[in-house]
């Protein structure tokens, strides 16, 4: 497994990003990975890790950087109260604009990489960043095959600029798997964007993971559910290879 860290010019800022590639002779086909509201730890370095196993080229920024650096040792605040500042923090961090210019950075730097092969992209996000990987399929639509979000939340909202009213500028193949009782993605809400999906008519799936609660893909997570995030897992893997090495067109 090959590693780089690479710097992404946003704005003047230098964005910390990783690179994942099974080997340094050939091209893969490539994948964005948006970590969940944490940022980059170990924890999804090892899922982006076994995501490049699988035959991809998978880059990981730090999306968060305008607010957090990367942090080597892991980062969720025992104590609520600081908790709840942080995650204040960040949820501001990134508006829609934003993540909508940044996913379309990221989707154009990752297509100049070495060992990434032609083609389109895909992308996935986790927890807040399920909304960006939906973002960025609208934002370079002749970019993104497939995007997947997981445990992602507010992918519905009452705003103008709701993720879920970006869906007709999208022709991704897009994957959802939603976490039960989960505040930030209710099954009103997941019933909206389920509605919103079949109008789009676009090819898509969206499925609650029973007995997954928000934020369960991730080891080491007082949430994490082993059997689900294998699940979960293997649905990212069968997406992507079917968009991403040949057999859909």
Known sequence: MITEKLEIDRDGAGVEALLFRPDAVAEFPAILFYTDIWGIRPANIGMAKRLAEKGFAVLMPNVFFRRSPIRENGFEPADEGER????????????AAQMQSDGAAYAQFL??????G??????VGYCFTGAMALRTAAAVPDMIAAAASLHGGM???DRPDSPHLQLPR???RLYFGHAVEDRSMTADQIATLEQ???DWHG???SETYEGARHGWTVP?????NELQAERAFEKLVELFDATLKGGEK
């Open 220 to 224: 080491g997570r007082d949430v994490y």
């Open 118 to 123: 032609p083609g389109k992209l895909g992308v």
């Open 155 to 157: 992918l519905v909202t």
């Open 170 to 172: 999208v022709t991704a």
């Open 203 to 205: 090819a898509f799936q």
């Open 84 to 95: 709840q500042k942080v995650l204040g923090a960040l949820f501001q961090a990134e508006t």
């Open 196 to 198: 919103a999906l079949r």
């Open 111 to 116: 297509s100049r990489q070495k060992g990434v």
